[in-house]
């Protein structure tokens, strides 16, 4: 599932493909990925425009166009963005087509369809798309942070997770995030430490800025996302057999030894 530094990889996508170029054409091969919006207007809205400088938020995409409307791009669990050549042929899960001027192509492609495009016509309707989204986990600040933790009475993991919360951290990243903090997820968030709280934040952005430069969550021997998978994982840490269960409906994976659950 795409999170925050897969998000960011598609804002670096869109920028290098077509920041400043034309939108030639607007093809939509599938209009169940579009929300709000006919195929129609989404072409008319867009067709000769010129993409600006792309934002991101969250999981969140915004390809702002010159005094024009702003594409909003989610990505869902298989969504991604991709730029190739006009003539090189579709595949079977590109949905939207851009073909811009240059010689380039944007390519919304997407199997599962689970989220997809929306076309917001200024400021305020960016605002009112983004208008549950919590502050974005690279911007935040500690205070804002620790705030919102101290808040919640919701298990830190799924604390975590929710976007109303803090927007683009998703399963890989919070459990990853917990097991470098030496936290349980089963914890309550708002039962954290103050220095607990500060670790938790400072290794939350130590893990993404590396899975931003990586472009992904990396599943690296050093990192408890190369082991969660394994037939039988153990920590890389401290050795010990992973534990997995299921937190709000998410696959949660942890190491009792380095994690113990402190209630």
Not at 13 to 28: F, H, P, Q, T
Not at 83 to 100: A, G, N, Q, S
Request: with cysteine.
């Amino acid at each position: 599932m795409p999170e925050l530094p897969d998000v960011e990889g598609f804002r670096e996508v869109l920028e290098s493909c077509a920041k400043g170029r034309v939108i030639r054409r607007v093809d939509v091969r599938d209009a169940g990925v579009l929300h709000g919006v006919s195929a129609r207007r989404l072409r008319d809205a867009l067709e000769g425009r010129r993409f600006g400088r792309p934002e991101r938020h969250g999981k969140w995409l915004l390809a702002r166009t010159d005094d024009g409307p702003t594409l909003m791009l989610h990505f869902g669990m298989t969504g991604a963005l991709l730029c190739d050549r006009p003539d090189d042929e579709p595949e079977p899960h590109d949905r939207v087509l851009f073909t811009l001027d240059g010689g380039r192509q944007l390519r919304y492609r997407d199997q599962r369809k689970l989220r997809g495009l929306w076309l917001a016509d200024d400021d305020s309707d960016v605002a009112r798309l983004l208008e549950g989204q919590g502050p974005d986990a690279m911007a935040v600040d500690r205070k804002d942070f620790e705030a919102a933790l101290t808040a919640r009475r919701g298990r830190v993991k799924t604390v975590l997770t929710d976007q109303s919360v803090l927007a683009g951290l998703g399963n890989l990243l919070a459990d990853e995030i917990l097991w470098r903090a030496k936290l349980s997820p089963t914890g309550r968030a708002n039962d954290l430490t103050e220095p607990e709280r500060r670790r938790l934040y400072t290794h939350m952005r130590r893990t993404l800025r590396s899975a931003v430069t990586a472009g992904r969550v990396p599943p690296r021997d050093s990192w408890l996302t190369g082991h969660r998978d394994a037939p039988d994982p153990t920590c890389p840490r401290c050795g010990t057999h992973l534990r997995r269960t299921r937190l709000a409906s998410r696959t949660t994976v942890w190491c009792p030894h380095c994690q113990p659950d402190g209630s």
